[in-house]
């Protein structure tokens, strides 16, 4: 979206990811999506009198892996209370860091070259779930509310960026790529739709080079199209409340995305309304050396390396490679990729059966391995199944495993015989006399109607490249 002339936005993103670990950030509780509502929880993350907090070990790990990632400096951190009257924290606090964080500083490269500063990357707990029953699904309006605690406790990092972004493309892109980088670290599955990770934007517009004007935060966006969506919307709403001779209050927002609008839920809160102070129970953090260092070893290599290496094999890249390219490193199938390239299968197959077939069956696809998927694309290749078959092929490995000669076998997969071929072309032939006759005039779109034809006839079992060759040997 393209702003009125003489307006700039200026957009800083806080995204919350709940951290890959077994148990919750202070207590035994399970940390597992899905579950029966508070069915995990214990007097610590309930905050019951009495109950002392213990830190979680593995959520560090995870919070100093997405520190090194985003190049951030890691030092000593302490915990504290921040305090608040939401019922989604039964003790009434949530245990944060405040003035010294875990990581500080750092920044992340886009693919199209910008860099966006991070301020802090710091530890904390997740809140409960609050659910409005009645009305428009909010509080306000609401003729009762629902709280489940199974998420009160769940660890999160906090990845504040600088105000550093100017346009809702740019921010999507930066959540894009934290998002591959946060899943490639391992601290978290990136599934937004189920909130493990949660996006805050902080909008505000300004005449290029006046100081920065009021933000207003939008809370809880869930989608990278929300997130585009709901950007251009605050924007524009703050350019037309500024020209109408109105004041933008710095306020928080809510985006509804049926209605395509931000409306306001409370004014925001600073700091110092959160009255801060030291968690008395948890002593400070402190990772030596040693300890940064095995997280550091432990770390491969980040969506921007790996996008670079697969790039590396691909020969003039076309621009439906390069998106292929994106969907592939982003769901972790670039090794699947390579190691085909290295056994002699052509990067644009290789490329184009991942980002859509292995893509499609993302959910099962543990049951594929490597050589699996290197033979069924050799079969493919050399013309000993049609691309149609290979497809299926592979779906049947993803859903069960198996041998992919077997599979191709037992669906009767056997590929043509040219005479068996050449007969079917020459009665398609007879069959079209005028498709034919345009064909051979030049009209090159009815090669596809012809291959069709064949593969109607022989129920899938020809090859297109061969039935292209029968095609013009004929012509």
Same mark, same amino acid.
């Given at each position: 979206?393209?702003?009125?002339?003489?307006?700039?936005?200026?957009?800083?993103?806080? $995204?919350?990811?709940?951290?890959?670990?077994?148990?919750?950030?202070?207590?035994?509780?399970?940390?597992?999506?899905?579950?029966?509502?508070?069915?995990?929880?214990?007097?610590?993350?309930?905050?019951?009198?009495?109950?002392?907090?213990?830190?979680?070990?593995?959520?560090?790990?995870?919070?100093?892996?997405?520190?090194?990632?985003?190049?951030?400096?890691?030092?000593?951190?302490?915990?504290?209370?921040?305090?608040?009257?939401?019922?989604?924290?039964?003790?009434?606090?949530?245990?944060? &860091?405040? +003035?010294?964080?875990?990581?500080?500083?750092?920044?992340?490269?886009?693919?199209?070259?910008?860099?966006?500063?991070?301020?802090?990357?710091?530890?904390?707990?997740?809140?409960?779930?609050?659910?409005?029953?009645?009305?428009?699904?909010?509080?306000?309006?609401?003729?009762?509310?629902?709280?489940?605690?199974?998420?009160?406790?769940?660890?999160?990092?906090?990845?504040?960026?600088?105000? +550093?972004?100017?346009?809702?493309?740019?921010?999507?892109?930066?959540?894009?790529?934290?998002?591959?980088?946060?899943?490639?670290?391992?601290?978290?599955?990136?599934?937004?739709?189920?909130?493990?990770?949660?996006?805050?934007?902080? $909008?505000?517009?300004?005449?290029?080079?006046?100081?920065?004007?009021?933000?207003?935060?939008?809370?809880?966006?869930?989608?990278?199209?929300?997130?585009?969506?709901?950007?251009?919307? *605050?924007?524009?709403?703050?350019?037309?409340?500024?020209?109408?001779?109105?004041? $933008?209050? &710095?306020?928080?927002?809510?985006?509804?995305?049926?209605?395509?609008?931000?409306?306001?839920?409370?004014?925001?809160?600073?700091?110092?309304?959160?009255?801060?102070?030291? *968690?008395?129970?948890?002593?400070?953090?402190?990772?030596?050396?040693?300890?940064?260092?095995?997280?550091?070893?432990?770390?491969?290599?980040?969506?921007?390396?790996?996008?670079?290496?697969?790039?590396?094999?691909?020969?003039?890249?076309?621009?439906? &490679?390069?998106?292929?390219?994106?969907?592939?490193?982003?769901?972790?199938?670039?090794?699947?990729?390579?190691?085909?390239?290295?056994?002699?299968?052509?990067?644009?197959?290789?490329?184009?059966?991942?980002?859509?077939?292995?893509?499609?069956?993302?959910?099962?696809?543990?049951?594929?391995?490597?050589?699996?998927?290197?033979?069924?694309?050799?079969?493919?290749?050399?013309?000993?199944?049609?691309?149609?078959?290979?497809?299926?092929?592979?779906?049947?490995?993803?859903?069960?495993?198996?041998?992919?000669?077997?599979?191709?076998?037992?669906?009767?997969?056997?590929?043509?015989?040219?005479?068996?071929?050449?007969?079917?072309?020459?009665?398609?032939?007879? &069959?079209?006399? +005028?498709?034919?006759?345009?064909?051979?005039?030049?009209?090159?779109?009815?090669?596809?109607?012809?291959?069709?034809?064949?593969?109607?006839?022989?129920?899938?079992?020809?090859?297109?490249?061969?039935?292209?060759?029968?095609?013009?040997?004929?012509?």
């Amino acid at each position: 979206m393209t702003l009125p002339d003489g307006w700039e936005m200026v957009v800083g993103l806080e $995204v919350h990811t709940e951290l890959k670990t077994t148990t919750k950030m202070f207590c035994g509780c399970a940390n597992e999506f899905g579950a029966e509502p508070n069915t995990n929880i214990c007097p610590v993350c309930l905050g019951l009198p009495g109950s002392l907090p213990v830190l979680n070990v593995r959520a560090v790990d995870l919070a100093m892996a997405i520190g090194f990632a985003l190049h951030s400096t890691i030092a000593s951190s302490t915990f504290h209370r921040k305090n608040y009257f939401y019922p989604d924290m039964p003790k009434d606090f949530q245990i944060s &860091q405040y +003035d010294l964080p875990i990581n500080s500083g750092g920044y992340l490269d886009l693919p199209d070259g910008s860099r966006v500063t991070v301020e802090r990357a710091h530890l904390e707990e997740d809140t409960g779930k609050s659910t409005h029953l009645g009305g428009s699904g909010r509080i306000h309006g609401a003729e009762r509310s629902l709280v489940d605690y199974n998420r009160s406790g769940v660890p999160l990092v906090e990845i504040v960026s600088g105000p +550093d972004i100017r346009s809702s493309a740019q921010a999507r892109a930066y959540a894009s790529e934290l998002r591959g980088i946060l899943i490639a670290t391992g601290a978290s599955d990136g599934r937004m739709e189920e909130g493990s990770m949660r996006i805050d934007a902080n $909008v505000s517009v300004r005449r290029p080079g006046d100081p920065l004007g009021t933000r207003c935060e939008i809370k809880n966006l869930n989608s990278l199209r929300s997130l585009h969506r709901a950007i251009d919307y *605050e924007a524009l709403r703050q350019i037309e409340l500024i020209d109408a001779g109105g004041t $933008v209050r &710095q306020e928080t927002r809510h985006w509804d995305e049926s209605l395509g609008a931000t409306s306001t839920m409370r004014t925001k809160e600073e700091a110092e309304d959160y009255r801060y102070f030291r *968690e008395p129970d948890l002593v400070d953090l402190v990772p030596d050396t040693a300890w940064q260092e095995r997280v550091r070893a432990g770390l491969g290599a980040m969506p921007a390396e790996r996008r670079a290496t697969l790039l590396a094999r691909l020969t003039n890249a076309t621009s439906s &490679q390069l998106d292929a390219l994106e969907v592939v490193v982003d769901l972790g199938f670039d090794d699947l990729v390579l190691a085909a390239i290295d056994a002699g299968i052509d990067p644009s197959l290789a490329m184009a059966r991942a980002a859509n077939e292995l893509a499609s069956g993302i959910d099962h696809v543990g049951n594929l391995t490597t050589e699996a998927f290197i033979a069924t694309l050799a079969m493919e290749q050399s013309g000993e199944l049609s691309a149609t078959q290979a497809k299926t092929v592979l779906l049947e490995l993803l859903e069960h495993g198996g041998d992919p000669r077997k599979i191709a076998k037992d669906k009767g997969f056997e590929q043509l015989s040219s005479d068996s071929l050449g007969a079917t072309v020459e009665a398609l032939i007879a &069959q079209y006399p +005028d498709e034919w006759t345009r064909y051979r005039e030049g009209d090159e779109k009815l090669a596809q109607f012809f291959i069709g034809q064949v593969m109607k006839s022989t129920k899938g079992q020809a090859n297109g490249k061969a039935v292209i060759a029968e095609l013009q040997s004929r012509r």
